[in-house]
């Protein structure tokens, strides 16, 4: 009966193992980071000096990390959008018709169960084997291109590949947020004449907005982060065309380079990036659901 | 009216048909290549083997040093997902019935870090790992598996435990004072359904997480199945029959694991979004 006086300490005990842990391996890293970007500290020197700013201005004119940074945000609007279109257009599809909802969900899922390492290594085959092949003997000239070698047609790669191993998680929250809405609803909907298209977007679209807002921001999130996908694909290049701002960061610190202050600096600039926009993006269909 | 419930039903199909073999289709020409001669392969990648090559698998099993690199993986993800049940349970429930401004404080410092991409404490992190010598420590990987994944995991059990009434634990004889024997014969079976779906979510997390080990593991004798696949993979870049072998071998455990719990993962994985 001791703890009943002090709620708080029976509190902190509960959560102790949980704040060490946190504390050593996510907020530490956080917060001292904000530290090293301002070292010269690198994987060479035992000691490191503040060097202020300058890790910052040199980024300012690092044309490789805003290359980067330019593909990064190229990959995010596509995959974002090719990827939710997709899902929610199978998850409608899937949920409009009676049969075969476990067998396609089951199906659309699967590339998600396998790291995208290994998804991305199948298509490495797919894209300098198979597609040859199919070029050469199934007359599809258009299948002849050199989608790992040159830049324009490995953009294509990698959203394909990322979209595949995407698309099953959006639809599984889609289908769920489908199974949510009323029939009653449509059914009334229907009767008043209007055809599957307008029922579509003003009777079911309007109620899974939040579903929307999930897989928006989850796609918006780990798009930013991409790093599997393309280190499977073209490891960033042909030269750097190819690279993320994740890709980049790794580089910078763990190929070469090991300049660690300077790559951490680079993180805190993705940091801020990806934080602006996952704000504007929530505020925006925040908004966006009240409104409906 | 008939006749275009026909035609709409058709296309439908066809559609889902089309997706169905679009996702299927890097899996099935890896499967169906994997087990033929790298001749055969490289005539016709199209044509079904004329025998079935499985002594593919017999070397790249070897060479990837196939069931101690599965072992670690199994060893890490049990172990990280152990600890964040385990750690985030006990903080969740506790967070969620206590109300004072500590709790909340805590509460609010669990979560907040959510938004921090990984990318942006990795180097820092690598630091942190070197200073504690765990680099290629296995267990030390599952305890910074388990510092990033507790936020999330108390995030959902403290959303769990607001649901469930709090007569229910009184009615059992805990009070504010509860120790940690009644949490454990009394609270954690309520949280059943949740740590279901947080175990699922972090196994897969985990399994397939390839960034973090490709860090902090260099030594090859604690290689993830991932890691010594990509080896494989850098080392035989033109050995296709090998690296087929090796991608479909390590493709084979989740896909079981799928098939085994397919139920309880898409429903897992829909609450989990949803709450999250």
């Known amino acids: 009966m001791k703890n009943k006086k002090n709620p708080n300490r029976s509190l902190l005990i509960f959560c102790a193992p949980a704040l060490l842990v946190y504390k050593i391996f996510k907020l530490y890293p956080a917060v001292s980071g904000i530290f090293y970007a301002l070292t010269d500290w690198n994987g060479i020197n035992k000691t490191y000096h503040f060097v202020g700013f300058s890790n910052f201005i040199e980024i300012c004119g690092d044309s490789y990390f805003w290359n980067a940074m330019w593909f990064t945000l190229k990959y995010v609007l596509a995959i974002v959008v090719v990827a939710n279109v997709v899902a929610l257009l199978l998850a409608v599809a899937i949920e409009s018709r009676p049969k075969g909802k476990g067998f396609f969900r089951t199906i659309f899922y699967m590339p998600n169960m396998i790291s995208m390492v290994i998804g991305g290594y199948m298509w490495m085959f797919i894209f300098t084997k198979v597609l040859y092949y199919m070029a050469d003997n199934w007359n599809m000239k258009f299948l002849d291109k050199s989608w790992i070698g040159n830049p324009k047609y490995s953009f294509v790669a990698i959203i394909t590949v990322a979209a595949w191993g995407a698309v099953g998680y959006l639809m599984i929250i889609y289908m769920a947020a489908l199974q949510g809405v009323p029939t009653e609803l449509k059914a009334a909907a229907s009767l008043d004449g209007a055809n599957a298209w307008k029922i579509f977007w003003n009777v079911t679209f309007p109620l899974i907005g939040h579903a929307v807002t999930i897989c928006v921001f989850w796609s918006l999130n780990s798009g930013f982060q991409v790093f599997d996908v393309i280190y499977a694909l073209t490891g960033g290049g042909p030269g750097r065309a190819t690279q993320s701002a994740a890709i980049n960061i790794y580089e910078e610190a763990f190929k070469g380079n090991i300049r660690y202050g300077y790559a951490t600096a680079k993180s805190m600039v993705l940091f801020l990036i990806v934080l602006l926009i996952t704000m504007i993006q929530l505020r925006i269909s925040k908004g966006k659901e009240e409104e409906l | ?276």
């Open chain 2, 1 to 276: 009216m008939k006749k275009k419930q026909l035609i709409s039903n058709c296309l439908v199909y066809s559609f889902l048909f089309i997706g169905a073999l679009y996702t299927l289709f890097p899996l099935f020409m890896a499967l169906m290549n994997s087990l033929k001669t790298n001749g055969e392969l490289l005539t016709n990648v199209m044509s079904l083997p004329q025998q079935l090559h499985a002594e593919n698998y017999t070397r790249t099993f070897e060479k990837m040093k196939y069931f101690r690199s599965l072992g670690n993986t199994v060893l890490l993800a049990g172990v990280s997902v152990t600890l964040i049940i385990l750690f985030s349970a006990l903080a969740g429930w506790k967070l969620c019935r206590t109300k004072t401004k500590l709790s909340r404080f805590l509460f609010g410092l669990f979560v907040f870090s959510m938004l921090i991409p990984f990318s942006s404490i990795m180097i820092p992190l690598y630091k942190v790992t070197l200073v504690l010598h765990m680099k290629n420590s296995l267990f030390g990987l599952s305890l910074v598996y388990a510092g990033l994944g507790v936020s999330m995991a108390i995030f959902l059990y403290h959303g769990f435990v607001k649901g469930i009434p709090i007569e229910l634990e009184e009615s059992a004889g805990i009070d504010g004072s509860s120790s940690l024997q009644t949490f454990f014969y009394i609270i954690m079976p309520l949280l059943k359904p949740i740590t279901t779906t947080i175990c699922i979510t972090n196994v897969l997390w985990v399994w397939n997480d390839f960034l973090l080990p490709l860090i902090i593991i260099s030594n090859n004798k604690k290689y993830t199945l991932l890691l010594s696949t990509n080896t494989l993979f850098g080392q035989y870049s033109s050995d296709w029959t090998a690296i087929l072998s090796a991608l479909i071998l390590a493709a084979i455990p989740v896909i079981i694991f799928y098939a085994v719990f397919q139920k309880q993962i898409l429903k897992g994985i829909a609450e989990g979004a949803v709450k999250g």
